[in-house]
């Protein structure tokens, strides 16, 4: 089963206070932020990200692209993130897959949950990327502990008869 999970941006920046508190200094800077954060999440979890703004905050309307495992979508000039997300999960709506919609728009979690998506809103979906961030942290912390746990202390005396042998000094 694939899961699937649609984002209205810019909802997200407004809801999420880290990124709140970013988009009044640099909009550009809070939408990369959570394009970085979700790319952690699709990581962690394995889903499939969308993540969709609305052209009037942007130029480059009704531009798509790919990073990090995120898929960018802007709108078109006429058309809203609510419209684009709704229209996604009628394309997308499949018997093998899940679809999760964040927003804590209800007008636009009535719709999309009406169409058999599920709904998530901003602020589970703060928790949850939260929680994907702290268990990579954690996966990471261990893989280096690991690693430094897997060398050899060596005293300097062993170390040189080492050395002399590696360049085969007798």
Do not use: C
């Not at 699937?4 to 640099?26: F, S």
């Not at 990090?68 to 979508?73: I, Q, T």
């Not at 042998?165 to 007798?170: C, L, Q, V």
């Amino acid at each position: 089963m694939t899961n699937i999970l649609l984002v209205d941006g810019y909802n997200m920046i407004g809801a999420w206070p880290e990124l709140q508190k970013l988009k009044d200094t640099d909009l550009g800077l809070a939408r990369d932020k959570l394009v970085d954060m979700l790319a952690e999440y699709a990581a962690y979890t394995g889903y499939g990200v969308k993540v969709v703004f609305d052209a009037h905050m942007v130029q480059g309307i009704g531009k798509t692209y790919d990073t990090h495992r995120v898929e960018v979508l802007y709108t078109k000039k006429s058309e809203t993130a609510d419209e684009r997300i709704e229209k996604l999960v009628i394309e997308l709506k499949r018997i093998d897959r899940t679809i999760h919609v964040a927003t804590s728009d209800m007008a636009e979690q009535s719709l999309v949950f009406g169409n058999g998506a599920l709904r998530k809103s901003a602020n589970e979906l703060l928790i949850e990327t939260s929680i994907a961030s702290r268990k990579i942290d954690k996966l990471v912390q261990k893989t280096r502990n690991a690693q430094q746990s897997s060398k050899i202390k060596l005293s300097e005396e062993v170390a040189e008869i080492f050395e002399k042998w590696r360049r085969g000094d007798k």
